[in-house]
C-alpha cells in the first residue's frame, strides 16, 4: 500500500515570498491533517479535513496560511508571504477515520521541508 | 504535553539493554495514547498505541504503560538496537474531536553499539 505523498520534499525561499505544498493521502482515506514541526519539538496540527469539509483550522495562522482539499482526496497547504519564523517541517498525514467506524490509526508523510531566508 | 525546545531530552542506552520512555499527558478525555518514532529527515512512524480503558499493551519488542492516576503514559523497547535510534514522541487522540491528534514533547534514544 502507497503510503502519504508529499511534495516538494524541500523548499528554500525568501521573506514575504509565496510556497505551496501538496500531499496525497492513502487511498481511501477521509481525514487528512497538516501539521508544522520546528525543528526539536513535536508537530504542531495545523488543519484538519474529513473529506473536503474542515474539522479543525483553530491553529492555522489564516492571515497567510490556507489549506484546501477540494475533492475530498489531495490537498494543498499555501503560505504567503512566508515569514522567517516559518521554517519548519510541513507534515501531512491521513487516516481512514469518518467519524462512524475504527481505523483511526493516522499515518505521516516524509514531510516538505521549508527553509524561509 | 507541552513541545519541548530545541534541547530534546536524551536517554542513551547499551545496544541490547532495555529503554524506557516516558511522557506526561494533559487531557484525560483522550481515547487513545499512542507512541511515533520518528528518524532524521522523516515523518513520525505509529509504534503502538493503547485505548484508555487499559493499562498495558505489548507489541513486538515494545510494551505501553498507561497510569491514568498520574497521568503518566510510558514506552518499553526490549533488547534495544542500533536502528531503535529516532525521537520518540507520544500522543493523544480524540475520536470525540474527530480524530485529532495532538503531540506531547519528544524524547531522543540513542542507542551505543
Known amino acids: 500500500e502507497a503510503g502519504v505523498a508529499q511534495s516538494p520534499r524541500y523548499k528554500i525561499i525568501e521573506k514575504r515570498q509565496s510556497v505551496a505544498f501538496w500531499c496525497n493521502p492513502i487511498?481511501?482515506?477521509?481525514?487528512l491533517y497538516w501539521y508544522q514541526q520546528i525543528l526539536g519539538q513535536g508537530p504542531k496540527l495545523l488543519i484538519q479535513f474529513q473529506n473536503n469539509g474542515v474539522v479543525d483550522d483553530s491553529q492555522l495562522p489564516k492571515d497567510r496560511f490556507s489549506a484546501e482539499r477540494l475533492k475530498g482526496v489531495d490537498s494543498t497547504l499555501k503560505i504567503q508571504p512566508a515569514k522567517l519564523e516559518d521554517s519548519a517541517v510541513y507534515l501531512c498525514?491521513?487516516?481512514?477515520?469518518?467519524?462512524?467506524?475504527?481505523?483511526?490509526?493516522?499515518?505521516f508523510g516524509e514531510g516538505s521541508w521549508l527553509t524561509v531566508v | 504535553g507541552e513541545s519541548v525546545g530545541l534541547h530534546l531530552p536524551t536517554l542513551s542506552v547499551q545496544e541490547g539493554d532495555n529503554s524506557i520512555i516516558n511522557c506526561a499527558y494533559s487531557?484525560?478525555?483522550?481515547?487513545?495514547f499512542i507512541w511515533y518514532k520518528q528518524e532524521s529527515g522523516k515523518g513520525p512512524q505509529f509504534i503502538i498505541d493503547?485505548?484508555?480503558?487499559?493499562d498495558k499493551r505489548q507489541g513486538q519488542r515494545v510494551t505501553v504503560l498507561l497510569n491514568k492516576t498520574v497521568k503518566h503514559l510510558s514506552l518499553q523497547i526490549a533488547a534495544t538496537q542500533p536502528g531503535d535510534s529516532a525521537v520518540y514522541f507520544c500522543a493523544e487522540l480524540s475520536l470525540n474531536a474527530g480524530n485529532m491528534l495532538t503531540f506531547g514533547g519528544g524524547t531522543r534514544l540513542m542507542v551505543k553499539p
Open positions: 487531557n484525560s478525555a483522550s481515547d487513545y
Open positions: 487511498s481511501g482515506h477521509a481525514t
Open positions: 493503547i485505548r484508555s480503558n487499559m
Open positions: 498525514a491521513s487516516s481512514h477515520y469518518t467519524g462512524r467506524s475504527s481505523g483511526n490509526t493516522i499515518y
